[in-house]
């Protein structure tokens, strides 16, 4: 085998995708927290208004279908409508709950129905995209400029460009808090077993790979799965990027921007060589079949996974628990965080989140445009936050490490009136925010209860050498990305995985006859409408 080098790939396809965060009850928790806002005035971030004809606001907020937890009517969107009218005595909020896995096509229809809450938000740039070609929604520049001088400063002017679109301010991106997207597990147990290292090079990986198939230390015969992978196209970032060979490629800015990754220089030595993995036993022989991700949680956990390339926290999550459920199948089993794959510089790229998580918009048939504004202001004081993402000590958690809540009680442990949820009501941060990146990374691994430092090793790989963020932003809306993106999107599947599965000899015809497909099927008009966007 030549020696592979690695080159992440930065996405130049806008793929939507929900992002998992880190994920407090009583009347007197509230009572609790509300001493502690008083006293740091966290419900006094801006003037009181003057007493006058009362407005509801109405807020969107994802519904997690948590048992026994209404979205909508909580200990939590109780204190945020106490407080924050503390300071807007002239604003009522109501909560408009909606389901997290129907959150774009629920939003498309009440934005359609002019029944949008005042607050709204996705995810997804290329909805907010749609929606500024379409005239729906309202401009925030100036109404920011007036009303929220805290909110501003927390994001900064960087984060703010991210919700600028034709020259104007249409949505105000949450500030992602965690940015760190990729690692690679391997099970250290098997490497140990084998007499072999943790791989630091791609020979090194690509050599435990052959050894995992052909020595089989899991004892598992047919079932004995060295490497593994799944079929949705947002996997693409995880997988192909990370495999792709630029031994003798630098991607320019321009192609960085512009091209999507199937015809970026290099990825198509990336899907080569999983062509190759893939005819030589080592890869996964039935991933096309899993359509999103269940069925290598289910392989990995019950041991017959060696190793795969996955968000940087994946099998060390609470829920489904693979890394746990693996300890208890097979006594001494583990997956390691590494960083084998190199590039010609003997670094080891690779791409991460961008630095905005939800985009935040005011619909523009919205009466309340300044008073939503007010609302993501008042939210921008640092105990609002604090309270709004950890709650109450005692209620939602037992004890603090260096003024980080921490041992927090599952929600399946408390009673309904004390269950939380810190994801989505403090819209303007996705993940904790406690002021530093360390105390930031602190905060993250405690939701990681057994595997705080694990996460924490894995985290670090995934920002080591991550350069490029995975959606570059486009600050003119490009129309065909939004006219293709359903179209395309099925094809990256279809490329992804005939790619893959077809004989060694027919790759090249294989991709570059799915390639041109693409191409043809929009994927070439929205290069054209993009470099069109940055000659401007």
């Given at each position: 085998?030549?020696?592979?080098?690695?080159?992440?790939?930065?996405?130049?396809?806008?793929?939507?995708?929900?992002?998992?965060?880190?994920?407090?009850?009583?009347?007197?928790?509230?009572?609790?927290?509300n001493n502690s806002a008083q006293s740091s005035g966290a419900a006094s971030t801006t003037e009181t208004e003057p007493p006058g004809e009362k407005v509801t606001l109405t807020v969107e907020i994802f519904d997690r279908a948590i048992a026994g937890y209404q979205a909508d009517n909580n200990w939590q969107t109780k204190w945020i409508q106490e407080n924050f009218t503390k300071s807007n005595p002239n604003i009522e909020v109501k909560f408009v709950p909606v389901l997290r896995t129907e959150?774009?096509?629920?939003?498309?229809?009440?934005?359609?129905?002019?029944?949008?809450?005042?607050i709204s938000f996705t995810y997804n740039e290329s909805t907010i995209q749609n929606y500024v070609?379409?005239?729906?929604?309202?401009?925030?520049?100036?109404?920011?400029?007036?009303?929220?001088?805290?909110?501003?400063?927390?994001?900064g002017d960087d984060l703010l460009s991210y919700g600028v679109f034709d020259g104007k301010q249409y949505a105000v991106p949450a500030k992602r808090v965690i940015q760190g997207a990729v690692a690679t597990f391997i099970r250290k147990d098997w490497l140990d077993k084998l007499g072999l290292k943790v791989p630091t090079t791609t020979d090194e990986w690509y050599n435990c790979m052959k050894q995992f198939k052909e020595k089989d230390p899991g004892g598992l015969g047919?079932?004995?799965?060295?490497?593994?992978?799944?079929?949705?196209?947002?996997?693409?970032?995880?997988?192909?990027?990370?495999?792709?060979?630029?031994f003798d490629q630098k991607i320019t800015e321009e192609q960085r921007m512009t091209l999507p990754n199937w015809v970026i220089p290099g990825f198509k030595d990336g899907v080569k060589f999983l062509n190759k993995l893939y005819n030589e036993g080592i890869a996964n022989r039935n991933f096309s079949l899993d359509?999103?991700?269940?069925?290598?949680?289910?392989?990995?956990?019950?041991?017959?996974?060696g190793c795969f390339i996955q968000c940087y926290d994946f099998p060390l999550r609470p829920t489904p628990g693979i890394a746990t459920e693996l300890a208890k199948k097979i006594p001494g089993a583990e997956f390691v965080a590494c960083d084998p794959f190199t590039n010609y510089e003997g670094k080891h790229p690779k791409f991460k989140y961008n630095p905005n998580g939800l985009f935040l918009i005011v619909p523009k048939n919205s009466e309340h445009t300044v008073e939503a504004v007010k609302y993501l202001e008042w939210m921008s004081d640092v105990e609002v936050l604090k309270y709004l993402q950890n709650g109450v000590k005692g209620e939602q958690y037992t004890d603090e490490q260096n003024g980080i809540p921490c041992n927090f009680f599952p929600n399946d442990k408390l009673s309904d009136d004390k269950k939380y949820n810190f994801s989505d009501y403090a819209l303007i941060v996705n993940g904790k925010e406690f002021g530093s990146d360390e105390k930031n990374l602190e905060?993250?691994?405690?939701g990681y209860p057994g595997f705080e430092d694990q996460f924490k090793d894995a985290y670090t790989i995934s920002m080591t050498d991550a350069t490029y963020v995975n959606i570059p932003h486009f600050s003119t809306v490009i129309a065909s990305q939004t006219k293709y993106q359903t179209t395309l999107y099925d094809k990256d599947t279809e490329i992804f995985v005939k790619s893959i599965t077809s004989k060694p000899q027919q790759f090249d015809k294989t991709y570059d006859s799915l390639v041109e497909?693409?191409?043809?099927?929009?994927?070439?008009?929205?290069?054209?409408e993009k470099l069109a966007s940055l000659k401007k």
């Open positions: 085998m030549k020696k592979a080098s690695i080159k992440i790939i930065c996405c130049a396809l806008v793929i939507a995708s929900g992002v998992s965060l880190f994920g407090c009850g009583s009347k007197d928790g509230g009572k609790a927290a959150e774009v096509d629920k939003l498309n229809v009440l934005m359609a129905a002019n029944q949008a809450p005042d070609k379409n005239g729906g929604l309202s401009d925030l520049g100036s109404i920011l400029d007036q009303n929220a001088p805290n909110l501003k400063k927390y994001l047919d079932k004995n799965m060295p490497f593994s992978f799944w079929a949705d196209p947002k996997n693409i970032n995880f997988t192909v990027a990370t495999l792709t060979d630029s359509k999103d991700g269940k069925q290598l949680e289910k392989d990995a956990a019950q041991g017959n996974v905060a993250a691994s405690l497909q693409y191409m043809k099927a929009g994927g070439q008009e929205i290069v054209d």
